[in-house]
């Protein structure tokens, strides 16, 4: 069925914004309770490991298996990746060093997770408007909203002011702002959403070497280590209702 183009856009904006938020609350205060910030820093990288290799199926996996005969459009995902790592580690001070994530670092995880959401916000715009219908199942639906609250989850693990809720609102509204500017991209077929997410699979990345160390600075490896496997299932098991 067909959606009319300002309702797709609300229904963008609201399953990426809700869901980020509320994972973004629990992993900051589950973090914040429990004391043990390196566990839920692990759990953010098991779960950022599985989006990271989503992101290049995403993208065709950045043509790696046209070699080297993909012409400009391989180009054009190989570089947009390495400029999606780049922009932001030169953007954290922190970037290169163990040091606690500030919200600067945070709002760099936020636009990193917003890229790929950018083209997330073109695939339900597209959906929504007639051309596919996946997403429009009661279990994409779900898979999709679980998806979001994991990847607020991983935003949640760089706060550590006290002003919790005003920044995780802030952290977002900047992904759901991403994700309505990809809406009428996706709702009028004007844009292959592969570059975005080469973008986001750089962003990602990341994301990944901002949390590994702090996931090592904990008493406990091992526990570590279990908290990133049960970060990566989490995503693979969301994944499963797409099926």
């Known amino acids: 069925m067909e959606m009319d183009y300002l309702s797709s856009v609300g229904i963008v904006a609201a399953v990426t914004f809700f869901p980020v938020l509320l994972g973004t609350t629990i992993g900051g205060l589950a973090g914040s309770l429990s004391g043990k910030r390196y566990l839920f820093s692990a759990l953010a990288a098991g779960i950022s490991s ?22 400009l459009g391989q180009l054009a995902l190989i570089l947009l990746f390495v400029l999606g790592f780049a922009t932001l580690a030169m ?59 994991l990847e607020g989850l991983v935003l949640g693990t760089f706060l550590q002011s006290k002003s919790f809720m005003r920044d995780a609102t802030l952290l977002a509204s900047l992904v759901g702002a991403f994700a309505i500017f990809g809406a009428p991209l996706g709702y009028n077929s ?54």
């Not at 989503?54 to 993208?59: E, G």
Request: charged share 10%; net charge negative; hydrophobic share 50%.
């Open 50 to 71: 599985w989006l990271f290799v989503d992101l290049m199926a995403d993208s065709a996996f950045l043509d790696v298996n046209m070699g080297f005969g993909g012409g």
């Open 91 to 149: 953007g954290d001070e922190g970037f290169g060093r163990s040091s606690t994530p500030t919200l600067v670092t945070a709002s760099l995880a936020a636009t990193a997770i917003g890229l790929h959401s950018l083209g997330e916000g073109m695939v339900v715009a597209s959906a929504l408007a007639g051309r596919t219908g996946e997403l429009l199942s009661e279990s994409g639906a779900i898979a999709f909203i679980l998806h979001k609250a």
């Open 190 to 243: 004007l844009l292959d959403s592969s570059y975005f997410f080469s973008l986001g699979a750089g962003g990602v990345l990341f994301i990944i070497w901002r949390t590994i160390p702090q996931a090592l600075s904990g008493a406990s490896s091992k526990a570590a280590v279990v908290m990133a496997l049960l970060g990566t299932l989490s995503v693979y098991a969301s994944a499963l209702l797409h099926s």
